[in-house]
């Protein structure tokens, strides 16, 4: 799928997997969150990987609040951000649209050195979204 710019496709399951940021590569973030709901855990995952201009896509039941706590974290620990500086929050309703952005992201929009994670908690709608990313690519080809 990312052939063209061999961005580096990651998956990180919130439950289980120690969550540390081993690269200092750019990165994008995207987090399919139907289980996951704990403030202080969400603000946890948030500053171990915060970094400045980088963009994060919610997905899922609880969307709402990791958007929230990722905009409020950044802010606390940015409060004198710029536009150059400022992260971008973006959240999903609907996993088709969520599916479609990452497979743009890998394909279109990242560096060769960018690392691109995918944060689940939902094993079921992390295969889904699999899915829908084979199918989208037998469309773009």
């Known amino acids: 799928m990312s ?3 061999n961005a580096k496709y990651i998956e990180l399951n919130l439950i289980s997997e120690t969550l540390e940021r081993s690269s200092s590569n750019p990165m994008v973030c995207y987090f ?4 996951s709901h704990d403030k202080e855990f969400i603000k ?6 915060m970094e400045e201009g ?3 896509h919610f997905y899922g039941k609880y969307e ?3 958007h929230w ?7 606390e620990k940015h409060p004198d951000f710029t536009d150059e500086t400022i992260i971008m929050t973006l959240g999903y309703q609907d996993i088709e649209e969520f599916a479609d ?3 743009c992201t890998l394909k279109y929009q990242c560096a060769s050195s960018t690392d691109v994670f995918v944060f689940y908690d939902d094993v079921a709608e992390l295969e889904k979204m699999k899915e829908l990313l084979v199918l989208i690519k037998q469309e773009d080809d």
């Open 32 to 35: 399919i969150v139907n289980k």
């Open 64 to 66: 709402p609040d990791w």
């Open 44 to 49: 946890k995952i948030a500053l171990e990987f």
């Open 54 to 56: 980088t963009w994060y």
């Open 101 to 103: 952005d990452v497979y």
């Open 3 to 5: 052939e063209k710019n």
């Open 69 to 75: 706590i990722f905009d409020n974290t950044f802010i």
